[in-house]
């Protein structure tokens, strides 16, 4: 089975999307375990709101989106 391969370009415009708010959710894909855990048990701290990480450039190595959105 032949596998397609899509840019985030393609997709965005496919769906009638922005392009910019595509990698923002699709980096939001890569949180951290626990940070997911943390939001999930409302835990996180209270400026980390939806727009807050959708604002936010997310590194994608755990320590550093510990460290970017407040979660020790």
Do not use: H, Y
Not at 7 to 32: P, T
Not at 46 to 62: Q, Y
């Amino acid at each position: 089975m032949k596998r397609s391969r899509f840019s985030e370009q393609q997709i965005a415009s496919e769906n009638g999307r922005c392009r910019k708010r595509l990698a923002k959710l699709l980096a939001v894909s890569f949180l951290a375990p626990d940070i997911v855990t943390a939001i999930v048990e409302g835990r996180q701290p209270s400026t980390l709101t939806p727009n807050a990480l959708l604002a936010v450039d997310l590194p994608m190595a755990w320590p550093e989106q510990r460290s970017l959105l407040g979660i020790a």
